[in-house]
């Protein structure tokens, strides 16, 4: 089993910055993709962002050049810097970790934090 808690949600005007940790309570060496993910009321969840743990980045076009995710292998804790912050990026934002064991994969999910952008 792995545990994920996040942190660094809260209230933040329009083009202000935010940065979420989500600490792992295993070795993050040993989970193969650690992510982002959100949602917001009424909508899908979403990926946010991604980093393999070869370090290999996906984002999604709404965050690109705004969000930046990190991986402190020696925190275990994965980071979502988020910067100019719109609005439209309000919602509760979850950590994800996924681990393959070779023959299936196993999801983690954390709590969820909520972001809140004010225009």
């Known amino acids: 089993q792995v545990q994920l808690v996040e942190s660094g949600g809260g209230l933040v005007q329009a083009g202000g910055s935010l940065r979420l940790s989500c600490a792992a309570s295993?070795?993050?060496?040993?989970?193969?993709?650690m992510g982002w993910y959100r949602q917001a009321p009424g909508a899908q969840r979403e990926l946010v962002a991604t980093?393999?743990?070869?370090?290999?980045?996906n984002y999604a076009d709404s965050v690109k050049g705004r969000f930046t995710i990190a991986r402190d292998n020696a925190r275990r804790t994965v980071y979502l810097q988020m910067n100019g912050l719109k609005p439209e990026d309000t919602a509760v934002y979850y950590c994800?970790?996924?681990?393959?064991?070779?023959?299936?994969?196993?999801?983690?999910w954390g709590q969820g934090t909520q972001v809140t952008v004010s225009s």
């Open positions: 994800n970790a996924r681990r393959s064991s070779g023959i299936f994969w196993e999801d983690y």
């Open positions: 980093e393999t743990s070869r370090g290999d980045t």
């Open positions: 295993v070795s993050i060496f040993s989970l193969n993709v």
